[in-house]
């Protein structure tokens, strides 16, 4: 087909209603190469991610629900950007400046993705630019129970190339936790293509933080070397996910954060291939770490297109701090110091095999 005449564009159309009224809108990118991304400003969420397959035809390869007022719930944080701290925070509880802080205990005794409140059932300010849109957020002093009044702006920006870029721009004006991720869930083969068990990965770390019952780090640095958690030759997310191992078990799957060697420098750290579709995305990032979750316990009923998601459909490749670290002297500090900026890119791109 002549993709020639199509130029990068931005279109936004009405989307749906918040709660209270607002007006929810979808911004759709697409590029030269007929891709397109649809970004909702309801939790700066990516509803959908349309990518050529090996054949030339748009397959969606992120989960997602279609419709506003589950993304106004959105359980399991499907596409969406999750803050101010995701992951899992232990007991709830962290102290910063000598101050305690306590969260809602939402997933056992820890905090998890701090909720309730979290960002992606927010409506962010959204302002289009040429082959991109910017989603702003203002979370006051206190929010969630976390200090500061903090502003981030997320820049999805789509390539000619089939990359969609994330770049996260932050601040505060007191010292606070700032751990913000993309959540979406990716299926290679399309998003109600059934489980991803068959689809391969590959991963570039050596080490992963192993986790306790209630999938907190305990602080150890773990070799991959003869365990489930070894990616670092391209391998099916099937071929060891029921393993008898202690870490799998705990999990009930993947649900691991993975140690990467990229030290800061913007790098590509992971690829994961549809076994039928011939599409392969690489993850690129300078964050320290990446949260593997292979949608373990997911299952919802109400997916687009009157799909259903079942455990195992997607990936979740969230390129972040590593979980808990406010309680980990040894892993790197997700603190956000007073009146700095902090910037960080990470981006998934997209070809065919």
């Known amino acids: 087909s002549d993709r020639k005449g199509i130029k990068m564009s931005v279109e936004k159309k009405f989307y749906g209603y918040t709660a209270d009224q607002k007006e929810i809108s979808s911004y759709t990118l697409t590029n030269k190469s007929g891709m397109k991304a649809v970004l909702l400003d309801i939790g700066a969420v990516i509803e959908s991610l349309l990518v050529p397959d090996k054949n030339g035809n748009l397959v969606d390869v992120v989960l997602g629900f279609g419709d506003p007022k589950l993304y106004l719930e959105n359980n399991g944080s499907l596409g969406a950007v999750v803050g ?89 004006d007191k010292d606070t936790l700032a751990n913000l991720t993309n959540h979406s869930y990716f299926n290679m083969d399309g998003h109600d293509s059934g489980d991803v068990l068959s689809q391969k990965v590959w991963i570039d770390a050596d080490q992963f933080t192993p986790s ?112 808990d670290s406010i309680h980990h002297e040894n892993f790197k500090s997700c603190v956000l110091k007073a009146n700095t900026k902090f910037t960080t890119v990470t981006e998934y791109r997209f070809h065919t095999v």
């Open 84 to 172: 101010r701290h995701a992951n899992r925070i232990a007991n709830a509880t962290y102290t910063l400046n000598g101050v305690t802080y306590k969260l809602e205990a939402n997933n056992g005794p820890n905090n998890l993705h701090s909720n309730p409140g979290s960002y992606y059932k927010r409506l962010w300010d959204a302002k289009i630019g040429e082959n991109s849109v910017a989603f702003t957020l203002h979370s006051p002093d206190g929010d969630q129970n976390y200090p500061g009044n903090f502003t981030v702006t997320v820049t999805y920006t789509l390539s000619d190339e089939n990359g969609l870029s994330l770049k996260y721009d932050m601040e505060s």
């Open 212 to 323: 306790d019952a209630t999938l907190i780090p305990t602080g150890e640095y773990r070799d991959v070397t003869g365990t489930p958690f070894d990616f670092r030759t391209e391998k099916t997310i099937g071929q060891d996910i029921h393993a008898d191992d202690e870490q799998i078990k705990n999990g009930g799957g993947y649900d691991h954060n993975y140690v990467l060697k990229t030290d800061g420098m913007f790098a590509k750290v992971a690829s994961m291939t549809g076994a039928k579709s011939g599409i392969v995305m690489d993850v690129y990032t300078d964050m320290p770490g990446m949260q593997v979750y292979t949608a373990n316990g997911t299952t919802i009923e109400c997916g687009k297109n009157k799909s259903s998601y079942k455990p195992f459909c997607g990936a979740c490749f969230e390129t972040q701090f590593f979980p």
